[in-house]
């Protein structure tokens, strides 16, 4: 199964950037890295994905090591609504289809 | 915006019920899923469908089965609901895109099973 590593928790404050690392050295080359989050009492929720290149959008965004076995997660200015689980995931090798959900990090943000 | 609604946010039933757990989707989705999530374990893949009719055994699907007769619906039924089972059920859907699945899923808020 597909595999990454992630801080079990963060801190930050508000207004803040915060940087959310995630290591995945097991990625094959067609895997796309996916970021979701859990807010608290509801489903996951996609953030972004990338797959070489940097990529942003109006959430967060998205730094992809050259090597791409590393990620980072970038939310600009941290709000008291981005608390929540950060989940990075990368496609299992060969499947089209399966996220495998890892325990991910635990991001407090105080006021 | 994509829409996936899980019937129930709460559910309490007694052991040995048969449960259903009930699914919809508004984007025409091919690809529904059911999770189940329980704390320190993650997400745990249960059965996933790639089209109507189609099913296929994710990670856990022991005490679990499914049903789709109709693209935007997917059912999880538990036929004899045992105390293990309780747990934080969750429904996703996604789009297959091209031959390379991005496989952006969207999840529904989850269905909180208390088996008593």
């Known amino acids: 199964d597909a595999k990454t590593t992630q801080p079990n928790s963060m801190e930050s404050n508000e207004e803040e950037p915060v940087h959310l690392p995630c290591n995945h050295s097991t990625i094959s080359g067609t895997d796309y890295i996916h970021w979701y989050r859990q807010l608290p009492s509801q489903g996951p929720e996609y953030v972004i994905h990338g797959l070489t290149s940097n990529v942003n959008n109006r959430m967060a965004s998205l730094a992809i090591a050259e090597d791409r076995k590393s990620s980072t997660l970038i939310l600009h200015r941290a709000t008291l609504r981005d608390a929540a689980v950060y989940y990075c995931i990368h496609n299992s090798g060969g499947s089209n289809y399966k996220l495998t959900f890892g325990k991910g990090t635990l991001l407090t943000v105080n006021p | 915006d994509v829409k996936v609604t899980q019937s129930s946010r709460y559910l309490v039933k007694r052991t040995g019920e048969k449960v259903f757990l009930e699914c919809v989707q508004d984007m025409d989705h091919e690809n529904m899923f059911w999770y189940r999530q329980d704390p320190g374990l993650g997400l745990r893949l249960i059965y996933f469908s790639y089209d109507v009719k189609m099913k296929e055994k994710g990670d856990i699907p022991e005490g679990y089965s499914v049903s789709r007769e109709k693209k935007e619906r997917f059912s999880l039924i538990l036929e004899s609901a045992s105390t293990n089972q309780t747990s934080m059920y969750l429904c996703?859907?996604?789009?297959?895109?091209?031959?390379?699945?991005?496989?952006?899923?969207?999840f529904g808020a989850g269905t909180r099973l208390s088996v008593l």
């Open positions: 996703a859907s996604s789009l297959l895109v091209g031959g390379l699945a991005k496989n952006i899923q969207y």
